[in-house]
């Protein structure tokens, strides 16, 4: 059973603009957010996280949106950039549990130059 | 610095052989540790975690084994691989609660 989903699998961005990345969760004990970064052939890179006691979390051009009525989180890239194509993913975990991140199932941010 | 060695990057196997993945951490002291794989075209499917030496829980029943000799050295194995064993793995390792994981490169495992 996938708990966490990004339903988009791709995403087609112009340079400059902006790119909104989308996920939602289905356990509502997940209390801790993280969006990772992924090119191919490669491990996962941190990007940003977000507790579940914030709603926003910034940090350069890439902030996290986090609305916990609608178990649902979305990550902000403004401006994007070509070196930003790679595949996103977001994870969550319950921190009173500390162990197990779940991830989505990803998706791919493609931004034309 | 914290680093993950995770080795090899590719592999091809035949149906019916053995495996053993390793994946080491430096920097670092009893981190909990982490297999995941991505088969093609999925996401990221958490495999093994491990608090500690010796233990170790497994997320999803398969032909898939783990085990954790040392604090930081974290392995996965098979006695023998099936086709559907196929995919991306990846090591990762985090301390404690609240914290990101960090990831290995990754190993390429293709089952022919």
């Known amino acids: 059973d996938q708990q966490v989903k990004q339903n988009s699998p791709s995403l087609s961005v112009q340079e400059g603009r902006i790119s909104i990345l989308n996920c939602d969760y289905t356990?509502?004990?997940?209390?801790?957010f993280l969006w990772y970064k992924k090119y191919p052939a490669e491990g996962p890179t941190f990007l940003i996280s977000?507790?579940?006691?914030?709603d926003k979390n910034e940090d350069g051009r890439f902030t996290v949106f986090l609305n916990k009525s609608a178990k649902h989180l979305s990550l902000h890239i403004v401006p994007s950039q070509p070196g930003d194509s790679a595949v996103y993913f977001c994870?969550?975990?319950?921190?009173?549990?500390?162990?197990?991140?779940?991830f989505g199932t990803g998706t791919s941010l493609t931004v034309i130059p | 610095s914290q680093t993950i060695h995770q080795w090899p990057a590719t592999l091809v196997q035949p149906v019916g052989s053995p495996l053993s993945l390793e994946c080491t951490v430096e920097?670092?002291?009893?981190?909990?540790l982490y297999w995941y794989r991505q088969a093609a075209g999925r996401g990221l499917q958490l495999l093994f975690y491990?608090?500690?030496?010796?233990?170790i829980s497994s997320e999803v029943p398969q032909n898939l084994s783990a085990s954790r000799p040392q604090d930081r050295q974290f392995i996965l194995s098979s006695k023998k691989l099936l086709l559907s064993d196929s995919g991306f793995y990846l090591c990762?390792?985090?301390?404690?609660?609240?914290?990101?994981?960090?990831f290995g490169q990754g190993t390429r495992l293709t089952v022919v």
């Open positions: 491990s608090v500690g030496i010796g233990q």
């Open positions: 920097g670092t002291s009893n981190p909990n």
């Open positions: 356990n509502s004990m997940f209390d801790y």
């Open positions: 990762a390792w985090r301390l404690g609660r609240r914290t990101e994981a960090f």
């Open positions: 977000i507790s579940s006691i914030k």
């Open positions: 994870a969550a975990s319950v921190s009173i549990y500390g162990n197990q991140f779940y």
